[in-house]
């Protein structure tokens, strides 16, 4: 049965950082990009990080570069969120997909994962 399970949501400050944990199981990661989403009340939902399993090549949105690092060991996928901004705060979910190929901004379509974990609050105040 594959399973992804998101954790690691929560409060922080501006200016914090959370780290989100997405444990995953029953498929082999290896032949998956996993990405993180997320989705903000009113607003669509938004690709934020990906990674290539096999790889480790990553992407990320531009609204996240230099500040969120995604990383994986073993079955479980990591977004590291630095420098938090009243921006970022948003249901945050991890999904995976298989694709031959994961060319240009492919990535940020959630039709292209097959795979969701049920979601985890980040939110940022004071």
């Known amino acids: 049965q594959v399973q992804l399970v998101e954790s690691g949501g929560g409060l922080a400050q501006p200016g914090g950082s959370l780290r989100l944990s997405c444990a995953t199981s029953g498929f082999v990661l290896d032949a998956y990009g996993v990405a993180w989403f997320r989705q903000a009340p009113g607003k669509e939902r938004e690709g934020v990080s990906w990674?290539?399993?096999?790889?480790?090549r990553t992407n990320y949105a531009d609204s996240v570069k230099e500040r969120f690092i995604i990383s994986r060991d073993r079955n479980t996928v990591y977004l590291q969120m630095n420098d938090l901004k009243p921006e970022d705060p948003a249901v945050y979910y991890c999904a995976a997909g298989r694709r031959r190929s994961w060319s240009g901004n492919v990535w940020r379509r959630a039709l292209e994962y097959g795979y969701w974990g049920q979601g985890t609050q980040v939110t940022v105040a004071p």
């Open positions: 990674i290539l399993a096999a790889s480790e």
